[in-house]
C-alpha cells in the first residue's frame, strides 16, 4: 500500500515503523524510499530492528543521505543481524549504488544485494 501514498506520507508511515518497540523484520517492496528521511530514521529508531530488506525499491535521496544512512546503520551494527537491497536502483545520478553497497558491506551486517 506504500506506493499509493504520497511521499511525504510514505516517509511518515516508514519512519513510524521504527518506533514500534518490538519490529525485528522490516521487508519494504516495490516502493519509492526517501533514503535520508524515512529509512534513516527507521534504522535510528527501532531499538529491536534485526533484518531489513528493501525489494524492487526506488531508492531516492543525494549522496549524503546514503552517508546518513551507513552512519545509522553503522550506529546499530551490534542488533542489526542483515540488509538485503535487492532489485532496486537510485534514480539520482550523483549516487552509485554500488559504491553505497560497497560501503555498507564493510560494517558487521550481512548485507546482500
Known amino acids: 500500500f506504500l506506493v499509493c501514498l504520497r ?8 519512519s513510524c515503523l521504527g518506533k514500534h518497540p518490538n ?6 517492496k516495490d516502493s519509492r524510499l526517501l533514503i535520508g528521511v524515512c529509512m534513516t530514521n ?7 530492528l534485526q533484518e531489513l530488506s528493501m525489494i524492487n525499491c526506488t531508492l531516492q535521496g543525494i549522496p ?14 551490534q542488533k542489526m543481524k542483515s540488509l538485503l537491497i535487492t532489485d532496486s ?13 560497497d560501503d555498507l558491506s564493510a ?3 550481512q548485507v546482500s544485494s
Open 23 to 28: 519490529i525485528e523484520k522490516v521487508v519494504l
Open 89 to 101: 536502483f537510485a534514480p539520482n545520478e550523483d549516487v552509485k549504488l554500488d559504491k553505497v553497497m
Open 42 to 48: 527507521l534504522v535510528k529508531n527501532a531499538p529491536k
Open 64 to 77: 549524503e543521505d546514503f552517508d546518513k544512512f551507513k552512519d545509522a546503520l553503522s550506529a546499530n551494527s
Open 7 to 14: 511521499a511525504e506520507d510514505r516517509a511518515i508511515v516508514v
Open 107 to 109: 560494517l558487521s551486517i
